[in-house]
Nanobody
């Protein structure tokens, strides 16, 4: 069974940066899957904010374009999200999972990102 573990969140001031990482257990190899980073803010639905296909094609929701970068670390078998120029509206719990809704694994606990002065 696949287990996803997200890390790297924290409290940061507006304009700051964070780098999130996602590791998986259960013999999952991220590089062969279409992967995504999701976030869920209080009172809102979970949304896909960044994705990367097995062929390295990336896509971002408009609100994070130019600020977030999704990538893979093949050696470590992790999925990463570099977040720059953070805004208070980026505050949410961030999760990684498969990019496609029909192929989601069980959700991990996520990592909290709080952007506040």
């Amino acid at each position: 069974q696949v287990q996803l573990v997200e890390s790297g969140g924290g409290l940061v001031q507006p304009g700051g940066s964070l780098r999130l990482s996602c590791a998986g257990s259960g013999n999952i190899i991220f590089s062969i899957h279409d992967m995504g980073w999701y976030r869920q803010a209080p009172g809102k639905q979970r949304e896909l904010v960044a994705s990367i296909t097995s062929r390295h094609s990336t896509n971002y929701v408009d609100s994070v374009k130019g600020r977030f970068t999704i990538s893979r670390d093949y050696a470590k078998n992790t999925l990463n999200l570099q977040m720059n120029s953070l805004k208070p509206e980026d505050t949410a719990v961030y999760y990684c999972n498969h990019m496609r809704a029909t192929m989601l694994w069980s959700w991990g606990q996520g990592t909290q990102v709080t952007v506040s002065s």
